[in-house]
């Protein structure tokens, strides 16, 4: 078979469209002779007849429904090629939103973002964050209100596309006389006889340790309730209770002031985030490339 010509694939398409090749021959800016001479080219071509010439127009036949569906693909796919191409030709443009957990901002993201903005090529990109718990993250996304999500990777991600970020290692964070701080690693269950400092409700890590807590048939004893990490360590450091905080994130403050970081034995304390977005195919290039980097920067990490 000899091979297929997109303009006369265009032409097509839109003969089906309009179920009239005078009105397709208008829109497509070409005499109507000459879109006739192309359709019966290409049944030369494919070997069988696609439309079925009526009193008032044309109909595709069953092959040439099947050849519309999959003109349309490859038409669809050549729009985005060019699209991409003189994207990455006069400069990649473009502002890419995002949502994003508590746990990642506060982790490797902002530096991972940062490097991708400090790229020369991507000097024309603007990258804003906005920082949700899970379910709103993956809401979000569904809902179109911004293109790229960041979220644990536990959350109901179910009809979007995902790639793999990082990882983090959940811990207790206690006062340097607390008891538990005196432990190299400990189990969430033998801790749950103390006080603790809690992230709001329907953040990944309090709903995890709400579900943990209710498996050892126990429930957790708040003393105080915080919006973010920063305000559970202060706590933590004034010797009120103990917190669960990502290592990565209670590190760097332990080096500062003394808290001590005890990380949690149980598997569940291994966390992967993952970012998601509705359809690969449908990210505009600016986004793309950001997803591309930060894919990357955790398999660069996981390499290490």
């Known amino acids: 078979m000899r091979p297929l010509d997109l303009h006369t694939l265009k032409l097509f398409v839109a003969v089906c469209e309009h179920r009239n090749i005078a009105r397709a021959a208008e829109q497509e800016a070409i005499v109507g002779s000459a879109v006739s001479k192309r359709l019966a080219q290409l049944e030369d071509t494919v070997g069988t007849p696609l439309l079925v010439r009526r009193r008032h127009g044309v109909a595709p036949t069953p092959a ?48 991972d973002v940062a490097a991708f903005l400090h790229d020369p090529a991507h000097r024309d990109i603007q990258v804003s964050m906005e920082e ?9 996304i569904r809902e179109g209100s911004a293109s790229v999500g960041i979220c644990w990777d536990a959350a109901d991600l179910q009809g979007l596309e995902t790639r793999s970020y990082r990882n983090d290692h959940l811990a207790i964070v206690a006062h340097p006389s607390h008891p538990v701080a005196q432990q190299p690693s400990v189990r969430f269950a033998d801790v749950l006889e103390h006080e603790f400092v809690s992230m709001p409700a329907l953040s990944a890590v309090q709903v995890l340790l709400a579900r943990a807590a209710a498996v050892e048939g126990k429930t957790l004893a708040h003393r105080v309730f915080v919006s973010n990490f920063d305000a559970a360590l202060r706590v933590v450091r004034a010797n009120l209770a103990i917190s669960v905080v990502p290592r990565e994130v209670a590190q760097p ?28 195919a449908q990210l505009a290039p600016a986004a793309r490339l950001l997803v591309q980097h930060l894919e990357g920067a955790s398999l660069r990490m996981d390499g290490l």
């Open 64 to 111: 040439g429904e099947t050849l519309l569906e999959h003109a349309r693909d490859l038409l669809a796919s050549v729009g985005r090629i060019e699209r991409d191409m003189a994207a990455f030709a006069t400069g990649i443009r473009g502002h890419v939103r995002m949502l994003v957990t508590a746990s990642v901002m506060a982790e490797s993201l902002a530096e």
């Open 132 to 140: 949700r718990v899970s379910p709103e993250v993956v809401r979000g």
């Open 253 to 280: 403050f332990a080096a500062a002031t003394g808290v001590r970081v005890v990380p949690l034995s149980d598997p569940w304390a291994q966390r992967r985030f993952a970012i998601c977005f509705r359809d690969a």
